[in-house]
Structures are given as structure tokens and as C-alpha cells.
């Protein structure tokens, strides 16, 4: 008897732009614009014939769109915390000139490679893999055979790509990933792909 091939499925969306305009937002809760909402519905009109199950950052610029598409196709939403985005600590809802006044030199060195440092008050990048890696291995064993659409932040799309690509942290800083970003991966055999990475929809 040959052995049935299980297969996850997993598509990655980063949220749409957020009102008030860049800044270190991590648990800041601001609402997305309008156009940030269309760039997020235009990817779910890509993905909605297919997914069965929707995943979600507990943040409103994630948990509102995700709810409402789960509710319009009558599948289930689950709200994860462990796909929030990485707490800044004193840099949350700062922009970027606000944060290189206050901490001269450290933005630019979290930016080129964040490896064991940690915001002021905040969360480590290897602290906010780990709450992913544990959440991405839980996924693994109970969603087999199944397509999911995980409503995130662009930090946490980061970690979930390195891990897939066995890759480290600091290769993360030269994926690109605007608003509203589309990757898909994928789980099989114990081996994680990537399938594809920040997709136009059409």
C-alpha cells in the first residue's frame, strides 16, 4: 500500500498601510487605510476559493479583515498570538528620525542585523522566532492536508521565512515586504518550502 503524501499549505499576508504613516508600531493597534484594506482584500480574492482555514495576529489591522473573510466564506478564524508582531518597547509608535534622536546609531545597527540585540524594553529577535517556531511546529502536526492563510506583520513574516529557509536571522533584512506582502509556503515530509515570495495579485 503506498503511503498517502500529506501536504500544509500555508499563504502569508502582511497587513495593509496603516494610518498616521511609518513608524515602529509592534503592538500599537492604529487602523489601516482604506487602500491598505483594498491591497489586503485584492490578495484574499486570490486565495478565498482555496483556503479552508484563516490564522491571525490578534492586532485589528489583522484580526478585523480575517474575521470578516472567514465569516464571508464560513470557515474558521483563529486569533494566535504567537504571530503578533515583535514588541519594540520604548521604540513602539515611534517613527524613525524619532527613534535615531533618542537611541543615536542603534536603529541602523537593528537594521542591518538585529542578531542578539533587543529594543529597549522590548522583545529579542531570537525570543520572537522561538514563540513562531513553536507555533509553526504546532501547525505542522495538526493541519495536515489543509490550506491556511495567515493574517500577519511584516517582522513575523521575516522569522517564518528564515525558518522555512533554515536561513538566519540577519538574512531576513534583505527579503523586501511592503505592505500588504503575499508569500506562500509549504510543509511536506518533514521539509518546509518557500513557494513563492511577495506575489503582485492579479
Not at 492586532?59 to 498570538?81: D, F, Q, T
Not at 521575516?158 to 540577519?170: D, E, N, Q, V, Y
Request: net charge neutral; aromatic share 6%.
Amino acid at each position: 500500500m503506498v503511503k498517502e503524501e500529506k501536504m500544509l499549505t500555508m499563504d502569508l499576508l502582511r497587513h495593509g498601510a496603516l494610518e498616521g504613516g511609518i513608524k515602529y508600531r509592534g503592538q500599537v493597534d492604529d487602523p489601516l487605510t482604506s487602500a491598505g484594506r483594498m491591497d489586503m482584500d485584492r490578495v484574499w480574492s486570490m486565495v478565498a476559493g482555496d483556503v479552508d482555514t484563516i490564522v491571525t495576529s490578534p492586532l485589528s489591522r489583522c484580526a478585523e479583515p480575517a474575521s470578516a473573510w472567514a465569516k464571508e466564506v464560513g470557515i474558521e478564524c483563529i486569533i494566535e498570538p504567537r504571530v503578533a508582531e515583535i514588541h519594540y518597547g520604548k521604540w513602539e509608535g515611534k517613527t524613525i528620525p524619532e527613534i535615531q534622536a533618542e537611541y543615536p546609531g542603534l536603529l541602523e545597527r537593528w537594521r542591518k542585523n538585529p542578531e542578539g540585540m533587543r529594543p529597549p524594553g522590548g522583545e529579542s529577535p531570537e525570543e520572537h522566532r522561538a514563540r513562531l517556531n513553536n507555533w509553526w511546529q504546532e501547525v505542522c502536526e495538526s493541519h495536515q492536508n489543509r490550506h491556511l492563510l495567515l493574517v500577519t506583520h511584516s517582522g513575523s513574516m521575516r522569522m517564518l521565512l528564515a525558518h522555512t529557509l533554515s536561513a538566519p536571522i540577519a538574512s531576513t533584512r534583505n527579503l523586501s515586504m511592503p505592505y500588504g506582502c503575499w508569500s506562500r509556503i509549504s510543509y511536506q515530509n518533514s521539509s518546509s518550502q518557500l513557494l513563492f515570495h511577495n506575489r503582485e495579485p492579479r
